[in-house]
């Protein structure tokens, strides 16, 4: 949009309208701060770019701290697995040592649920390892990468109102975090999935242990 010497009643109007405008929509700057220059921005407009530009900054903040929170939640996970593959590898040393106490000569029903026991700690053990499985995921927008935002949001270097620039490079931050925090994001729920399945697998496991332990304990002594 140029604002040609149509007389200051049509400027006043297209700056106007592009501050309703900015209210609906805050990913738009002001036209009007971008056809004055800023020694020349009334208060109110200058108080509105201000506000366009704050609001996009709390949002990328927002993402800063949503990538944190996924971070965090993604040591805890595998935290948690490592503590699903030592409980799985006691349960099943806990089941080879009573397998050895019963007899050999006939395969009766505890060794089968000895047996299957076995077979759902090692699918366990599978799971929970699969979780700590190194995953690639996007990193956020810094060094090399922010140089480039910045680069792009600049220009050509051709004379580019500061508010605009300022709003591009956010905006160029934003786009990078989002993808960063919707990459962990998604191996995050692949690796939940993993440990939930292998946590069940093994939860699995006591009742046929138990069973076996009652049945050795009070029936066949």
Known sequence: MHARTDGRGLM???ITGALNDSKRDPSKVTVGALITPPEQLTS???EETDLTIKIWRDVLDGYKDAYDQARDDWKSLDTKAQGTVAIAGIFISGIISIFRQLSSDVLDFNHL?????ILNSGVAVALAAATLWIRRSRIPPAGVEARSLADR???SGQPVHPLETERAFVQEQITGWDASVQSI???YT???SRLLYSQILLLAVVAPVVIVLLKVLLIDW
């Open 44 to 46: 109110a407009e200058k």
């Open 185 to 187: 994001r998604a191996e």
């Open 190 to 192: 692949k690796k939940a």
């Open 153 to 155: 949001a600049i220009g």
């Open 12 to 14: 006043k109007a297209e």
């Open 113 to 117: 649920l000895l047996g299957f026991s």
